[in-house]
């Protein structure tokens, strides 16, 4: 069942699904709801019965400790936390850190990820084979995607790719960025409405939301000037949601993060 109210913004969405049209791309977000073996909550007391008369009751879960992590991994074993730290130090120097801009427009590119790199195809079923780890950095300094390649014994950066008009997808703390770009911008006002209108309370910050996204790419006539460069620029379409309760429709808004802009599509 899907409930629409119509609020400022269009509307403040509850129910099973949203379906995101963006530029030749769709995205489909599952809500939250509640699911349960029937509506008159049978499921809950077939779980509890016990063994006279119907199914044996069912043991309290065990949760085991889990082992404890090694300084390093072996094969196709998750990076340690140890071997993450080692590789994101060797893949930034001091050089790349002080020319590098954060999408806060602080010192030292965006990390986005850190990642164990494939093997080749040569050693995929060498557990020998050398662990690498590859780091991806979005530099919104050139606007430029930075992956480095460490191998993890050496400590040295065997490879690194830089590209331009490359945009994955976005990491928590641009999200974040974003969010607070439109809270900020006349056209946030709606989205500040409608959390007022859904809790009675000021929206002033991004951690008052619950935050995905995609990425924008901009389409020839399909958006104001504003957003013409999205795609060079990194551009994000947030899908916000109060915790416990209702998704915002903020899908008309696009927060160009590189101009630090925000524009709305027709």
């Given at each position: 069942?899907?409930n629409?109210?119509r609020?400022h913004?269009g509307?403040?969405?509850?129910?099973?699904?949203?379906?995101?049209?963006?530029?030749?791309?769709?995205?489909?977000?599952?809500?939250?709801g509640?699911?349960?073996a029937?509506?008159?909550g049978?499921g809950?007391a077939?779980?509890?019965q016990?063994?006279a008369?119907?199914?044996?009751?069912?043991?309290p879960?065990?949760?085991?400790?889990?082992?404890?992590?090694g300084?390093?991994g072996?094969?196709?074993?998750p990076?340690?936390?140890?071997e993450t730290?080692?590789a994101?130090?060797?893949?930034l120097?001091r050089?790349?850190?002080?020319?590098?801009?954060?999408?806060?427009g602080?010192?030292?590119?965006?990390?986005l990820s850190?990642?164990?790199?494939d093997p080749?195809?040569?050693?995929?079923?060498?557990a020998?084979?050398?662990?690498?780890?590859?780091?991806?950095?979005y530099d919104?300094?050139?606007?430029?995607?930075v992956?480095?390649?460490?191998?993890l014994e050496?400590?040295k950066?065997?490879?690194?790719?830089?590209?331009?008009?490359?945009?994955p997808p976005?990491?928590?703390?641009e999200?974040?960025e974003a969010?607070?770009?439109?809270i900020?911008?006349?056209?946030g006002?709606?989205?500040k409405a409608?959390y007022?209108?859904?809790?009675g309370?000021d929206?002033?910050?991004?951690?008052?939301?619950m935050l995905?996204?995609i990425?924008y790419?901009?389409v020839p006539?399909?958006?104001p000037?504003?957003l013409?460069?999205?795609g060079?620029?990194?551009?994000?379409r947030?899908?916000?949601?109060?915790?416990?309760?209702?998704?915002?429709d903020t899908r008309?808004?696009?927060?160009?993060?590189?101009?630090?802009?925000?524009?709305?599509?027709?």
């Amino acid at each position: 069942m899907r409930n629409i109210v119509r609020r400022h913004l269009g509307k403040v969405v509850a129910g099973t699904a949203i379906a995101v049209t963006g530029t030749a791309v769709m995205v489909g977000i599952t809500l939250p709801g509640s699911v349960s073996a029937d509506a008159s909550g049978s499921g809950r007391a077939a779980a509890r019965q016990d063994g006279a008369g119907g199914s044996p009751a069912v043991a309290p879960g065990v949760v085991e400790q889990a082992p404890a992590e090694g300084v390093k991994g072996r094969g196709d074993d998750p990076l340690t936390d140890d071997e993450t730290r080692r590789a994101e130090t060797a893949a930034l120097t001091r050089q790349q850190f002080a020319a590098g801009r954060d999408v806060a427009g602080k010192q030292g590119p965006q990390r986005l990820s850190v990642d164990l790199a494939d093997p080749g195809p040569d050693r995929l079923d060498d557990a020998d084979a050398p662990r690498r780890a590859e780091v991806v950095f979005y530099d919104y300094q050139d606007d430029a995607l930075v992956t480095r390649t460490v191998d993890l014994e050496t400590g040295k950066v065997e490879r690194t790719a830089t590209q331009q008009g490359v945009q994955p997808p976005l990491a928590p703390d641009e999200n974040t960025e974003a969010a607070r770009l439109l809270i900020a911008d006349p056209l946030g006002a709606g989205l500040k409405a409608d959390y007022k209108d859904a809790t009675g309370k000021d929206l002033t910050s991004p951690g008052q939301l619950m935050l995905t996204s995609i990425v924008y790419r901009a389409v020839p006539g399909a958006q104001p000037a504003v957003l013409g460069q999205c795609g060079h620029d990194r551009c994000v379409r947030l899908f916000p949601k109060i915790p416990n309760g209702s998704w915002i429709d903020t899908r008309s808004f696009v927060i160009d993060l590189s101009s630090r802009k925000v524009g709305r599509l027709a």
